[in-house]
């Protein structure tokens, strides 16, 4: 059954007043939001077919998240790879697919590269089998910078995000699924399924985004926005 697990939890633990325009749902009966006015997932080269996003090799999926909050978010994700037990297979990318670092299954369990070659989140070994479906929720709350990752609804781990790695890089932040970066030439990526993708994140007002835009026009430095105000539904 596709269903929602951690989104009301994780609106609960940011603070903040829950509506329905604040959650994006991609169930994949297409590639559109059926749960708010969230933009479409952009395929990479699978196949959609009743329901489960099948993909090869670097053929995920990508998501625009200028009109989220890239600091404070939740998503949930029904995925399985066809083979894990190796090295480095990535889930989610947060910069273009321009940094190594980002949010992978490494072995058979969950890990947050926060440094390449020098720091690793990892969670509990035996977390990933082969070709089976896994829930996996991460939240990221941007007041705090803590990052927590769960599987099936275990948590693996939680760390502070001190050099914003799980940030969505500006200014045109991208989510990207199932994708492996360019600075290992995408040799970190295998084939599965998805089956879902659900978002609980903070859309900022359209006045924000012309304010960012105009920071970032002039600075060229990326801008984020606190969680520390009152969402209007």
């Known amino acids: 059954m596709k269903a929602i697990i951690y989104?009301?939890?994780?609106?609960?633990?940011?603070?903040?007043?829950?509506?329905?325009?604040?959650?994006?749902?991609?169930?994949?009966?297409?590639?559109?939001?059926?749960?708010?006015?969230?933009?479409?997932?952009?395929?990479?080269?699978?196949?959609?077919?009743?329901?489960?996003?099948?993909?090869?090799?670097?053929?995920?999926?990508?998501?625009?998240?200028?009109?989220f909050n890239p600091e404070s978010y939740a998503i949930d994700i029904r995925f399985s790879f066809n083979t894990v037990g190796g090295g480095w297979l990535k889930i989610l990318d947060f910069a273009h697919l321009s940094l190594d670092e980002g949010l992978y299954v490494y072995g058979d369990h969950l890990q947050f590269v926060e440094q390449p070659g020098v720091s690793f989140i990892d969670g509990p070994n035996g977390a990933f089998q082969n070709n089976t479906f896994a829930?996996?929720?991460?939240?990221?709350?941007?007041?705090?910078?803590?990052?927590?990752?769960?599987?099936?609804?275990?948590?693996?781990?939680?760390f502070i995000d001190v050099r914003d790695q799980a940030v969505f890089a500006g200014p045109n932040p991208l989510a990207t699924f199932f994708v492996d970066d360019a600075v290992t030439g995408g040799g970190e990526a295998t084939g599965g399924r998805v089956d879902?993708?659900?978002?609980?994140?903070?859309?900022?007002?359209?006045?924000?985004?012309?304010?960012?835009?105009?920071?970032?026009?002039?600075?060229?430095?990326?801008?984020t926005m606190p969680m520390n105000r009152t969402i209007r539904c």
Request: proline share 4%; net charge neutral.
């Open 7 to 67: 989104k009301t939890a994780a609106v609960v633990l940011f603070g903040l007043a829950a509506c329905s325009a604040n959650a994006s749902t991609y169930s994949l009966a297409d590639f559109a939001d059926h749960g708010g006015t969230g933009p479409n997932l952009v395929p990479r080269g699978g196949n959609l077919s009743g329901g489960i996003y099948t993909f090869a090799a670097n053929q995920g999926l990508s998501l625009d998240w200028s009109g």
């Open 135 to 158: 829930d996996l929720n991460i939240v990221r709350d941007g007041a705090t910078k803590r990052f927590t990752g769960s599987l099936n609804g275990v948590e693996q781990f939680s």
């Open 196 to 223: 879902f993708i659900d978002i609980a994140a903070v859309p900022l007002p359209p006045a924000a985004l012309l304010w960012l835009s105009g920071l970032m026009l002039f600075s060229g430095r990326r801008q």
